[in-house]
């Protein structure tokens, strides 16, 4: 929730009294920014420590946030005390963009995290007086929806080898810096984003692992040796 978050804000240490620290981003840096710059909206940022909640499931959505550093889950608890995780938010990923009035899902930092955050009354008005702020944010959504399309697809269709290999693919075009990817989420994040048990994921990944697709350098940095084999179990 934002008013734990305030317990944690960024702040200029050289000011005469700290206070959340507020940008104008610049306007190529990134979407997220082109529509704040553009619109003459200030952000504001905020540190989260690790398994902090940033805000709860049917919490108002006030604000819209972006990664700054960092990363965040987002999910919902069902009924039978089983967690399913929405997605992974990574730097310079958007977040809390809501159709309703309500936040459908929960968002936690997975490790220490800064976001960046705008009220969403604000985007929206802005959005009503400027058709390139509503075009923008029509694309942020619509990815957001495609993403929502690709992860029910993998949860109903694709085995449990399938969706690793799936996993992989896209940390790998995320995160993958000089062919290794550093991995914020643990196994149990990773099996509860693709609705398998955390044994599921771990005897995957010592498949592949065993069959030369994929190296690891410490316990969440993977290698990829063989793309194309994921990407025919990803087909």
């Given at each position: ?98 159709f ?29 007086v ?15 929806l ?80 063989n ?5 025919s179990?990803?087909?």
């Amino acid at each position: 929730m934002l008013n734990q978050s305030i317990a944690h804000p960024v702040v200029n240490t050289n000011a005469p009294h700290a206070v959340p620290s507020a940008v104008v981003p610049s306007p190529a840096a990134n979407p997220f920014a082109e529509i704040t710059g553009h619109a003459g909206l200030i952000a504001s940022e905020f540190s989260y420590k690790k398994d902090e909640e940033i805000y709860g499931e049917d919490e108002p959505a006030e604000y819209v946030y972006q990664v700054i550093s960092g990363a965040v889950r987002s999910y919902k608890l069902l009924s039978d005390g089983r967690r399913q995780i929405g997605a992974f938010h990574l730097p310079g990923d958007v977040f809390g963009l809501e159709f309703g009035s309500m936040h459908r899902l929960a968002a936690e930092a997975i490790i220490d995290t800064t976001v960046r955050l705008v009220k969403r009354r604000s985007l929206e008005q802005a959005a009503g007086v400027d058709v390139a702020v509503a075009r923008k944010l029509w694309t942020m959504t619509a990815g957001d929806l495609r993403h929502a399309e690709d992860h029910m697809l993998l949860l109903g269709r694709k085995t449990a080898m399938e969706r690793v290999a799936t996993f992989l693919l896209e940390m790998d075009r995320r995160l993958a810096v000089a062919g290794m990817m550093a991995l914020p989420m643990c196994r149990r994040d990773i099996g509860d984003y693709l609705g398998l048990t955390l044994e599921t994921v771990s005897r995957a990944l010592s498949q592949l692992h065993s069959q030369g697709v994929l190296g690891f350098s410490g316990a969440r940095q993977i290698v990829l040796r063989n793309r194309q084999r994921l990407r025919s179990m990803d087909a």
